[in-house]
């Protein structure tokens, strides 16, 4: 479970609520049904009119992706490239063969048995360029459904809160309710620019930022594996790939001799 998007958002939800309590409000105050079912229910409406069902339908996978990454294990793959890189100088390509039926990552499993079948390299970068492509068009796919979320929501709330401020204004005949009717319809308004502002929005960013990290690996390995083709040094393998990364240690060397 990634703690930091959990933890955002009880520390943003308890931040507003504290504030409000201290400045003497009652935290009963802030909870009105039909605000939360005009803003949740309007938004959720909304995004499914946006979005056909079978984009709608990647939501739970989405959500998995911002609170369950799936690690990519970067520093790993950087070895076991290097580590193939070797195997390719040493015993040729052919070696590489069970390694490209057993690797745990389905990209590099991918990329090595276009590599061992003896695929032409630029035919086998684009087609493991349209494979990033295709990964990183559907991180977008997933943000973009918080993201139209994130833009309904306060609206959702102002509707919420002119509807209340209409019942308001049918009942000046009874002042002393005024207040806490006015108070009452301004919670949609909250609850609409809170939902987009500690939830939506952010687990958008937080999907393209996962995102980005999974496309970055992928290219990484992507060189890798061209790399791998053409025999290059093992070594120098690393060193490339270590580029990618920001905390990587280069101290593994491969092998005894690696002219």
Do not use: C
Not at 13 to 28: N, P, Y
Not at 85 to 110: D, I, Q, V
Request: hydrophobic share 45%; proline share 4%; charged share 20%.
């Amino acid at each position: 479970m990634d703690i930091t998007t959990i933890i955002g958002i009880i520390v943003g939800f308890a931040a507003l609520i504290g504030g409000f309590l201290l400045e003497g409000g009652q935290a009963g105050g802030l909870l009105q049904g039909a605000a939360a079912l005009i803003v949740f229910g309007g938004t959720a409406a909304a995004v499914a009119i946006s979005f056909p069902w079978k984009r709608l339908r990647t939501l739970p996978e989405a959500l998995k992706l911002a609170f369950f990454p799936q690690s990519m294990n970067a520093e790993q793959l950087i070895d076991d490239l290097a580590d193939m890189a070797y195997t390719a100088r040493r015993t040729g390509m052919l070696a590489l063969e069970k390694t490209a039926e057993s690797h745990e990552n389905p990209f590099m499993r991918e990329g090595l048995g276009l590599i061992v079948d003896g695929g032409d390299q630029p035919l086998i970068r684009r087609i493991l360029e349209l494979e990033i492509d295709k990964r990183q068009e559907r991180f977008d796919g997933y943000a973009k459904i918080f993201e139209s979320a994130g833009g309904y929501a306060p609206t959702m709330g102002i509707i919420g809160t002119v509807m209340g401020l209409i019942r308001v204004l049918g009942s000046l005949a009874e002042p002393a309710n005024l207040g806490s009717s006015i108070a009452v319809a301004f919670i949609a308004t909250l609850y609409g620019v809170a939902s987009a502002n500690l939830i939506f929005l952010p687990i958008a960013s937080k999907i393209r930022a996962r995102g980005e990290e999974e496309v970055q690996v992928m290219e990484m390995m992507l060189e890798g594996l061209l790399a791998v083709q053409n025999a290059e040094n093992p070594n120098l393998v690393r060193k490339k790939l270590a580029t990618y990364l920001d905390d990587y240690k280069d101290e593994k060397p491969v092998g005894a001799d690696q002219r």
